[in-house]
């Protein structure tokens, strides 16, 4: 059982646009959601990441929208550059889950410049 | 700098062999875990550690095992390689977080089973 569904497996946008990646849980428990980014022949690092008690959080160019009710989170990337291609995971856990990550599949991004 | 190291970056074996994937870091952390990558399936969950003796299977843990003797080391043991195991294995390390629970991966083993 999947419990982080995450969309679109695949993203092109130009140079300067918006990348939006969309990420979906089941568990209510979750509590707290990273994503990580991930260049080819690299090991995934952590991007940014959001508790479910705030709405939002911005680093820079990359933001979390968080909605509690849909149990949905998502990844906007604004003014997109070629150096942000890469494959982003979005991931859950919980307290109590022992520290382990639930990830989605991913989802390619290229950027065009 | 603290950091989480694998060996071998790449690896080709043949189909019956054991294997074992090195896996090292030196940030002092407790929480080890090892990850498959594969096309289509994202990152799943091998085994983990909790600290040294403690190990644990993840969801897809069949025809793997691990030992903890130190807190740096989580060896990944493949007992008799197949073809199905072919994949992009990472390793990582966390600590009991502070503040949310950052997994530091290492820069993967390809392996590949023929």
């Known amino acids: 059982q999947q419990q982080v569904k995450q969309s679109p497996q695949s993203l092109i946008v130009q140079k300067g646009g918006i990348s939006i990646i969309n990420c979906a849980y089941e568990?209510?428990?979750?509590?707290?959601f990273p994503w990580y980014q991930q260049f080819p022949g690299k090991g995934p690092a952590l991007l940014i990441a959001?508790?479910?008690?705030?709405s939002e959080k911005k680093e820079g160019r990359f933001t979390i929208s968080f909605n509690k009710s849909a149990k949905q989170f998502s990844l906007h990337i604004m003014d997109s550059q070629p150096g942000d291609s890469a494959t982003y995971f979005c991931?859950?856990?919980?307290?109590?889950?022992?520290?382990?990550?639930?990830f989605g599949k991913g989802t390619k991004l290229t950027v065009n410049p | 700098d603290a950091e989480i190291t694998q060996s071998p970056r790449h690896k080709i074996t043949e189909t019956g062999r054991q294997v074992t994937l090195a896996c090292h870091q030196t940030?002092?952390?407790?929480?080890m875990f090892w990850y498959r990558q594969d096309l289509g399936h994202g990152l799943r969950l091998i085994h983990y550690?909790?600290?040294?003796?403690?190990?644990n299977k993840g969801e897809v843990s069949d025809g793997y095992s691990v030992s903890r003797s130190n807190t740096e080391d989580l060896p990944l043991t493949l007992e008799s390689a197949a073809s199905s195991q072919t994949s992009v294995y990472f390793c990582?390390?966390?600590?009991?977080?502070?503040?949310?629970?950052?997994?530091?991966f290492g820069p993967g083993t390809r392996l590949t089973v023929l």
């Open positions: 990582a390390s966390s600590e009991v977080p502070r503040e949310g629970n950052t997994q530091y």
């Open positions: 568990n209510t428990a979750f509590d707290y």
């Open positions: 959001i508790r479910p008690d705030v």
């Open positions: 991931a859950a856990t919980y307290q109590g889950g022992s520290e382990k990550l639930v």
């Open positions: 940030w002092n952390h407790n929480n």
């Open positions: 550690s909790y600290g040294v003796q403690d190990t």
